[in-house]
């Protein structure tokens, strides 16, 4: 089949295109507004951008309503953020704070999760997540959208801080098969990361494959080669 979307119709009883790009990561992003109330919410178009310095990127549509989410709201005004890993044993949680509530309320205590204070900023975490990165907000790209939900702001924040549960690590890696990670898939579907295999592209300098692993030892180690 083939589709334009937005000109043609794709005559399928659901649209594909969600569905096409998967698995996405959650981000599972915790603020604060200026009143000191906190706020939780998933995102299922999270990702990293780059490792030196690292930067994390979430997209969040505006409401039926029209207006911008709560999350992009205080990330805003605060100029900081935290992204918790959504993990199996949290989903459920996840999946409450997605819920629309008014502005104010506080998802932590419907999630039912506890409240963790951050290091470097006054930003509450997931205390059960195992992974944790403290954000400084950047830059948010608005990129426009048919109405009503159309309309979408793309939000970038620089990692300024990350929190890894030492039982969630094996021979110093961060392992899969502890954490379980969730991630989103088409239509209502999740799925959960048990499993990984290795490939390591063959040819390649290292200077490629540090890049690949995100070293920034590395990173600057050559950095200082090259001067």
């Keep these: 089949m083939f589709y334009q979307p937005g000109v043609t119709e794709h005559n399928l009883p659901h649209d ?4 096409c790009v998967v698995p996405r990561p959650i981000g599972w ?80 205590e419907r999630a039912r999760v506890n409240k963790e204070p951050a290091t470097l900023m006054d930003v509450p975490m997931v205390r059960e997540s195992p992974v944790k990165f403290e954000c400084e907000y950047h830059s948010t790209l608005r990129l426009p959208g048919n109405p009503p939900m159309g309309t979408v702001d793309v939000v970038i924040g620089r990692v300024i801080a990350v929190h890894i549960k030492d039982e969630v690590l094996t021979d ?16 209502y579907q999740y799925t959960v990361v048990t499993e990984t295999f290795d490939m390591v592209i063959p040819g390649m300098s290292e200077d490629v494959l540090y890049g690949l692993e995100g070293s920034v030892k590395h990173n600057r180690e050559a950095e200082l080669r090259d001067t």
Excluded at 16 to 19: I, T
Excluded at 172 to 187: E, F, H, Q, S
């Design 172 to 187: 110093g890696i961060l392992d899969i098969k502890k954490t379980k990670p969730i991630a989103r898939c088409g239509y």
């Design 16 to 19: 594909p295109f969600k569905a």
């Design 29 to 108: 992003i915790s603020t604060q507004n200026k009143e000191g109330q906190a706020n939780l919410a998933p995102y299922s178009q999270f990702n990293n951008l780059t490792f030196d310095p690292p930067y994390v990127m979430f997209s969040s549509n505006q409401t039926v309503n029209g207006t911008r989410k709560d999350t992009v709201v205080n990330a805003e005004q605060t100029g900081r953020f935290v992204w918790n890993l959504a993990t199996w044993d949290l989903r459920e949680a996840v999946n409450v704070s997605a819920e629309q509530v008014p502005y104010g309320v506080d998802e932590f």
